[in-house]
């Protein structure tokens, strides 16, 4: 069983709508990370979080520790937004490694 | 800063061939990361470095793998005989750690086809 397991696997959202992306762990860590993965390939850091909730444009993720869950909301969704998302979590035990989720396939229609 | 550089991009080789992947860091980051994606198993940390030495190689598959940080410009990620099975997208990615704020930056990829 993956230790970072994310939902759902796939998404398809009109333009406008409001998007969520969950991600539950089940070992201790010392943060977590979103990254988006373009139909091209290439990876980018969203978001790093230990706790709380940060927010970058129409992008929020939050993290709940106690209950080991994290979520990324996309707001006004839009079709450049369409991408594979993806969680990771840092291991408390070992600073450079990062557990992945599957990835969330996203696609926003016009 | 151009990011982090790979090369070569795409390599196709056949199965027993030598496989050398390159990779240039961002210009002061202190730790280096090797990846592996496939459609099977998602994206996998192969091993990392800091200060150019590695500090866990865990996530190497086997002794055909691997990986030298000779300075801290440059890293290199040998499969020495390749085999059908590591056909995959290889990343490289990089990071400094400064306190809290260590987001990881990653290469463009390298799509390794083994036939």
């Known amino acids: 069983k993956n230790e970072v397991e994310q939902s759902p696997q796939n998404l398809t959202a009109q333009e406008g709508e409001f998007i969520t992306i969950n991600c539950s762990y089940s070992v201790g860590i010392s943060a977590l990370h979103w990254l988006q993965q373009h139909p091209g390939g290439g990876i980018v850091s969203l978001f790093m979080?230990?706790?709380g909730k940060k927010k970058h444009g129409r992008l929020i993720a939050t993290i709940n520790i106690q209950e080991k869950h994290s979520s990324l909301h996309i707001t006004a969704s839009h079709p450049r937004d369409s991408a594979v998302y993806i969680c990771?979590?840092?291991?408390?035990?070992?600073?450079?490694?990062?557990?992945f989720g599957a990835g969330t396939q996203v696609v926003v229609t016009p | 800063d151009a990011g982090v550089i790979q090369s070569p991009r795409h390599e196709v080789t056949e199965m027993g061939q030598e496989v050398t992947l390159r990779c240039k860091p961002i210009s002061g980051h202190d730790y280096l990361f090797w990846y592996r994606q496939t459609m099977m198993r998602g994206l996998e940390l192969l091993i990392y470095?800091?200060?150019?030495?590695?500090?866990?190689d865990s996530g190497m598959p086997e002794d055909r793998f691997s990986a030298k940080m000779p300075n801290a410009s440059f890293s290199t990620l040998k499969i020495q005989p390749s085999e059908p099975r590591d056909s995959a997208v290889y990343f490289c990615?990089?990071?400094?750690?400064?306190?809290?704020?260590?987001?990881?930056?990653f290469g463009p990829g390298t799509r390794l086809t083994v036939l």
């Open positions: 990615a990089s990071s400094l750690r400064q306190g809290e704020n260590n987001e990881q930056f």
């Open positions: 470095f800091n200060n150019n030495v590695p500090i866990d």
């Open positions: 990771a979590v840092r291991s408390v035990n070992s600073w450079g490694k990062l557990q």
């Open positions: 979080l230990s706790s």
